[in-house]
């Protein structure tokens, strides 16, 4: 042992000692904690949206703003640290990751690198498009979307920032419980080709568990990270409007309504993520259709989804059993999933097994029947010639190719086409320890059962119980579903959806085991891989803004409809203006709208467009002419008043010049 470690372990003894005699709360700080949160919202109108793989599915405006909301934990007396950042997006692209991972070392050094920091999706199928570099992922929004893309990173290096900026002594209690309320398992035949033992941990299908980090100063909350599974689609594929879905709402109600967090104030005084797990079969539609379950309106959906989660990470904080403490560590690697061995230990029949280039099979296209259906004449979990016949047609995949993915019927080949394969296969994989607890990422949508057998493993390499492993799905990169061989073998949307064969599972398994054994083992990991930097190679095949028009003898920012004269509590206000195309200014960490209350001697703002009272609706009124339609709900604890709603735009003109403009309605009363 180094003299430095020596002197470290003493300053952890006596430590140990202060806790246990009553210290003070700075003695009782066990780390340098941080929070940061910024808008991450990219173009709101005409911009395909990422999820459904739907081109008509276009964005037409706000309902809620997408979010990054990053955590720093640091150990002071080793000063290692780890970042985590949980961003209102439907996955973190590769792209998305290395801009991102450039970005904060030209500002942070070595500080935070891609071993230590964690990007991870809330998985939200309301988002705009075209943020990735590989052409499966742009197909439907016909290219690459610069402004998108550059907000999204702009967004979760601004968090990191403000995260690193507060970081000071605090601690962080753990808890766990189980919400049953939230999800449904959508994959259910799958689910139950695993064995009856594995089967019995989840006995309603469903994965309950919810663990819930909180962060505090002072023993003051200044933040929190609930983990529970369920997917980010209670929208479904018919809306239009940017939305954070139900992990979105959850954070909005314990920031906004219980913290009292103003968005546009610049000042957060405390952040709550809601993130994902093994969310890769659990759906929000408890009705096991697209935007169905609990009620039939999918806003509502999302509220009650979104509120449950809420309520139970509320809960959950407030009666935290344990404060952790322990050393901070991390450990982090490149895998070429095109082909790695995976040992018998790892795999179900006690075969070392390969695992395969990626590719799509014909239940891929099949879609979610329960979140996001495909095509009419294509069904999960049954063979298709005719579409397995037409993508041999047009990608001509290998008899090798087909073997080795079998049972699969390859539609896609994605990971031999060329110049640039379609997808990624080089990916990331972390293990990190926080304390006692300890988190695995991967960069795809792990199921349930996929998820328990990858902590399951790691807990016996770890020494600690399974529950103190949390698989963190959705994380540094995408590479589709990962199911376990048995759900594969059923070919549900997941199985043909999981890119890189049978023994997907088992070879992310593996390999993050063996990060768990160097972290035991206090050894270094020896990372030889670095995926391609694709970023000089994207095209937008979509046309910018040309010019914004306005009838003859109106103007910007002119109401179209003006709102009544007086409503009461409950009502929704309606007011639509000539507006300019939104995508020549995002407007990000500000808004398009306001709802704004008279005190007497100024107007003061009382909602914009992060608030889920407000819709921002943008629709085209001929080729160049548009409005705005703005609505607000008006919430139960509204003061009675003289109100106003105000809209903030930008136009083009013929020269290309962007000018932004105000359109202010006429003054109502709330009763």
Not at 91 to 115: D, N, P
Not at 522 to 543: I, R
Request: overall charge neutral; hydrophobic content about 35%; aromatic content about 10%.
């Amino acid at each position: 042992m180094t003299l430095a470690n020596l002197g470290r372990n003493a300053a952890r003894f006596v430590s140990t000692l202060a806790l246990s005699s009553g210290a003070t709360a700075a003695l009782a700080a066990t780390y340098n904690v941080g929070v940061g949160i910024s808008d991450i919202t990219g173009e709101a109108a005409e911009i395909g949206m990422f999820g459904y793989a739907d081109p008509a599915q276009t964005t037409a405006g706000i309902h809620q703003r997408l979010r990054a909301r990053a955590f720093v934990f640091e150990d002071p007396y080793t000063s290692k640290r780890v970042m985590l950042i949980v961003a209102d997006v439907d996955i973190i692209s590769q792209g998305v990751h290395q801009a991102v991972m450039k970005a904060l070392k030209a500002r942070f050094g070595s500080t935070y690198t891609e071993q230590n920091v964690v990007l991870t999706a809330t998985h939200t199928h309301s988002g705009p498009g075209g943020f990735s570099h590989r052409i499966l992922y742009s197909i439907t929004t016909f290219g690459f979307k610069a402004k998108t893309f550059n907000a999204m990173v702009d967004g979760m290096v601004e968090a990191a920032t403000k995260a690193h900026n507060t970081k000071s002594a605090g601690d962080v209690t753990f808890s766990q419980g189980t919400l049953t309320t939230a999800s449904v398992n959508r994959s259910a035949t799958a689910f139950r080709a695993n064995n009856a033992a594995d089967r019995a941990v989840f006995p309603n299908e469903i994965d309950p568990l919810m663990s819930v980090l909180t962060i505090r100063k002072s023993g003051a909350p200044i933040g929190a990270i609930s983990l529970f599974p369920t997917h980010g689609t209670s929208m479904p594929p018919s809306n239009r409007l940017i939305s954070p879905d139900n992990k979105g709402y959850a954070a909005y109600q314990w920031e906004h309504d219980v913290a009292g967090v103003r968005y546009l104030d610049n000042y957060a005084s405390f952040v709550a993520a809601f993130a994902q797990t093994n969310a890769g079969d659990m759906s929000p539609n408890l009705n096991l259709k697209p935007g169905s379950g609990p009620t039939e309106d999918p806003f509502e959906n999302t509220r009650i989804i979104g509120e449950r989660q809420s309520v139970t990470a509320r809960g959950l904080s407030g009666a935290a059993v344990s404060t952790l403490s322990g050393s901070i560590d991390y450990r982090m690697r490149y895998i070429d999933m095109s082909g790695i061995s995976v040992g018998g230990a790892y795999t179900t029949d006690g075969q070392s097994h390969t695992t395969c280039p990626a590719a799509l099979g014909t239940t891929f296209a099949a879609g979610s029947e329960e979140d996001g259906p495909g095509p009419d004449f294509i069904n999960e979990g049954q063979s298709n010639p005719f579409v397995a016949f037409v993508g041999g047609l047009v990608f001509s995949p290998s008899a090798a190719l087909k073997a080795c993915q079998a049972p699969k019927e390859i539609f896609i080949p994605s990971g031999t086409l060329n110049p640039i394969h379609w997808t990624p296969e080089i990916m990331p994989i972390q293990v990190i320890k926080l304390g006692s607890i300890y988190l695995a990422t991967v960069p795809g949508e792990p199921t349930i059962m996929s998820g328990y057998r990858i902590r399951r493993q790691l807990a016996r390499t770890l020494g600690v119980d399974v529950n103190r492993v949390i698989t963190l799905g959705y994380s540094n990169a995408y590479s589709g579903y990962i199911t376990t061989p048995e759900e594969y073998d059923v070919q549900d949307y997941e199985g043909g959806a999981t890119h890189f064969g049978k023994w997907t599972q088992a070879a992310y398994m593996q390999e993050l085991d063996r990060l768990a054994n160097d972290m035991v083992q206090g050894k270094a990991t020896t990372n030889t891989l670095t995926p391609q930097d694709l970023s000089n190679q994207q095209v937008d095949l979509q046309p910018g803004v040309v010019l914004d028009t306005t009838p003859l003898g109106k103007k910007f920012g002119d109401v179209v409809t003006q709102p009544g004269s007086a409503y009461a509590k409950g009502n929704t206000v309606a007011v639509t203006f000539y507006t300019g195309h939104p995508r020549n200014n995002l407007r990000r960490n500000g808004t398009f709208l306001e709802v704004q209350r008279w005190t007497g001697s100024s107007w003061a703002r009382v909602a914009d467009d992060g608030d889920w009272s407000t819709k921002y609706k943008w629709s085209r009124q001929g080729i160049s002419d548009a409005w705005a339609d703005i609505s607000w709900t008006i919430p139960a604890d509204a003061s009675p008043g003289t109100y106003r709603i105000v809209h903030y735009g930008d136009a083009k003109n013929l020269l290309g010049q962007i000018s932004g403009f105000v359109g202010i309605s006429r003054s109502f009363t709330v009763q």
